[in-house]
């Protein structure tokens, strides 16, 4: 089992950055993949950012490349999602995921580990 549990959210100003960890427990970190994902009211949860097991391969939404940032540290099986230049529209409540099976990469059910979820705020 695996436990996932973020940090880092809050309220920001448009332009502004935070910077969401996602520490993990349970199982070694580097036997699974790691996902960002987000869900804002009404709609549904959408892929952000991936890494790969290694941290050598990414894989972002075009909305926010060159903005957000995703890596690992698998020493301390810490995930990060560095979000730069935040807009009103990234406002969500974020959640890490650790994928240890094959599956499309921007598909939450792909997935098998959740954390509880962060929320960010973007004001304008």
């Known amino acids: 089992q695996v436990q996932l549990v973020e940090s880092g959210g809050g309220l920001v100003q448009a332009g502004g950055s935070l910077r969401l960890s996602c520490a993990a427990s349970?199982?070694?970190?580097?036997?699974?993949?790691m996902g960002w994902f987000r869900q804002a009211p009404g709609k549904e949860r959408e892929f952000v950012a991936r890494?790969?097991?290694?941290?050598?391969?990414?894989y972002y939404r075009d909305s926010v490349k060159g903005r957000f940032t995703i890596s690992r540290d698998n020493a301390e099986s810490t995930v990060y999602l560095q979000m730069n230049n935040l807009m009103p529209p990234d406002t969500a409540v974020y959640y890490c995921a650790g994928q240890s099976r094959s599956g499309i990469v921007t598909d939450w059910r792909a997935y098998d580990y959740w954390g509880q979820g962060t929320q960010v705020t973007v004001s304008s």
């Open positions: 890494i790969r097991r290694g941290g050598t391969s990414t």
């Open positions: 349970g199982r070694t970190f580097s036997d699974y993949a």
